[in-house]
């Protein structure tokens, strides 16, 4: 069997000159953001370096630099010496942790989200003028090299935007295809802006089996990585860093088809009134997943930025407060998400990676009866939130075998030792008989040993148990102690 996965990481380069001090112009402006209020998000963004068109020449810097919105007093700074950017926030906090940007304050400066607005930078002999277009909601204005004119652009907070600013040190990854081919992934890709570079490719077999593969080699214009083991990978390639990041680094998730760590395992697509519609994912995995690079396919945007742990079911919902509330259990994890509304009758949930399918499910009136909801894997009603009920488990899917050496202790008699086999990290813990932890200890991945349980120093004559736990699994067994 063939697969074959094709990725793009789009850029512009033009090559680095070496340049005499020049002066700084503004060059973006983004003053409307819609995923966060106007001020913790917008910025006004000044480059300190300028090609040599239309860009007056000084024999130093100023000791201040000047920012003047429209008739307002102007924002006097000391002049950021050092820098390429120098960006006008609300939150100095919230300046972007990259080398070479440093940040000002706006102080009560609000800029206008519906009007055409005019700025000045000068300091010294240098000075630049710029009108910028009414603001779009979401969108960046950024300048077009030097002149007076400026594109409607995603945001390039802190980094340059090689299509419209000159002069930009850009190499960054081309198009890359990944081909499944007789047990192993073959990587294909090519560099773009430059001929050669240094690349770091870092590749995480999610079985938990397999050891995660870091390597860095000199590659040219076009590149081949062969034989990479492992049907669910988590591939990361990087460049090194330039002026513009956004096309520095791959870090996609390859899988085969009916293979995703990621999947659905559980659709209510018709519950009872007032129980909200849900649907059940489960990481089948011994990695943590992001949650915020997955979606359902035309069913609102990406998830939230947290994560879903090794063999953790989450449940997701467009109403998590009424479903926990019906419910009227807290353990189950949720996630809210605007996943429209099922239909009863017959439809159908595609779970993306990116832009990438990776599991999916349908149904119809013949499915299940409502209002119950089913399993996709075995097309059977069921009803277990936050955990998988009748899913068949495989062996990779649980993370840790273990054995005692006993489940009767005597108080004076040998001590109980547990012997751990697991490709995680496991926590062990000795519980009294109301479930309160006594003691705890963590197990190294990859140990193999047996480990002692301070049962007789720790635990009451009567019943007690062992838990041991590795990402979202856990198992729990009951001991007894003996006088």
Same mark, same amino acid.
């Given at each position: ?9 789009? &850029?512009?380069?033009?090559? !680095?000159? *070496? ?6 112009? +503004? ?43 429209? #008739?307002?007093? !102007?924002? &006097? ?60 909601? &979401? ?46 992934? %073959?990587?294909? &890709? ?85 129980? !909200? ?11 943590? +997943? ?34 926990? #509330? ?17 239909? %009863? ?29 089913? *399993? ?22 649980? !993370?840790?075998?273990?054995? +005692? ?8 008699? %040998? ?7 697991? %490709?995680?990290?496991?926590? +062990?813990?000795?519980? #009294? ?51």
């Amino acid at each position: 069997m063939k697969i074959v996965v094709d990725f793009l990481a789009a &850029g512009l380069f033009l090559w !680095p000159v *070496n340049l005499v001090w020049a002066c700084p112009i +503004l060059s973006e402006y983004f003053a409307d953001p819609v995923l966060t209020s106007d001020n913790e998000g917008e910025y006004v963004e000044i480059r300190m370096f300028q090609s040599p068109e239309e860009t007056l020449w000084v024999e130093r810097p100023p000791d201040s630099l000047f920012v003047q919105f429209e #008739d307002k007093a !102007p924002l &006097g700074f000391a002049y950021p010496q050092g820098v390429d950017r120098f960006i006008l926030v609300h939150d100095t906090l919230n300046c972007p942790e990259r080398m070479g940007v440093k940040c000002g304050g706006l102080g009560s400066l609000s800029l206008p989200n519906s009007r055409e607005t005019v700025w000045k930078v000068y300091g010294g002999e240098c000075m630049d003028s710029a009108t910028v277009p009414s603001p779009k909601a &979401g969108k960046s204005y950024q300048r077009i090299g030097e002149t007076g004119e400026f594109a409607l652009v995603e945001g390039t907070f802190g980094y340059a935007d090689p299509a419209y600013e000159s002069l930009i040190n850009d190499c960054g990854l081309g198009r890359v295809v990944a081909e499944w081919n007789d047990g192993f992934w %073959n990587l294909k &890709g090519s560099l773009w802006g430059c001929d050669s570079s240094q690349l770091f490719i870092q590749a995480k077999n999610l079985d938990g089996l397999t050891k995660v593969f870091t390597d860095t080699f000199s590659v040219g214009e076009t590149f081949t990585l062969k034989n990479i083991k492992g049907e669910s990978l988590w591939l990361n390639l990087t460049l090194p860093p330039d002026d513009s990041p956004v096309n520095d680094s791959l870090d996609t998730l390859l899988t085969l088809p009916g293979r995703s760590p990621l999947q659905i395992t559980e659709v209510h697509h018709c519950p009872a009134e007032p129980e !909200p519609e849900w649907v059940e994912i489960y990481n089948s995995s011994a990695f943590s +997943l992001p949650l915020g690079k997955f979606h359902f396919l035309n069913r609102g945007p990406f998830w939230p930025n947290d994560s879903i742990l090794p063999y953790q079911s989450v449940l997701v919902t467009r109403d998590s407060a009424s479903l926990r #509330d019906f419910l009227g259990f807290k353990d189950a994890s949720m996630i809210q998400v605007n996943i429209g509304y099922l239909p %009863n009758t017959g439809g159908s949930l595609l779970l993306y990676f990116k832009e990438s399918p990776v599991d999916s499910v349908g149904w119809d009136k013949n499915t299940v009866q409502c209002p119950l909801g089913f *399993n996709p894997k075995t097309l059977k009603g069921e009803n277990t939130p936050g955990y998988q009920g009748s899913r068949k488990k495989t062996t990779n899917e649980v !993370p840790l075998q273990f054995k +005692l050496s006993s489940r009767v202790v005597s108080k004076r008699g %040998n001590p109980l030792r547990v012997y751990v086999e697991s %490709n995680l990290d496991v926590a +062990l813990k000795l519980l #009294d008989s109301a479930g309160l932890s006594l003691w705890s200890q963590t197990v190294p991945k990859n140990s193999s040993a047996w480990w002692d349980v301070p049962v007789q120093a720790k635990a009451k004559i009567g019943v007690a148990y062992i838990s041991l736990s590795a990402g979202a699994y856990e198992k729990m067994v009951g001991i007894l102690l003996r006088p």
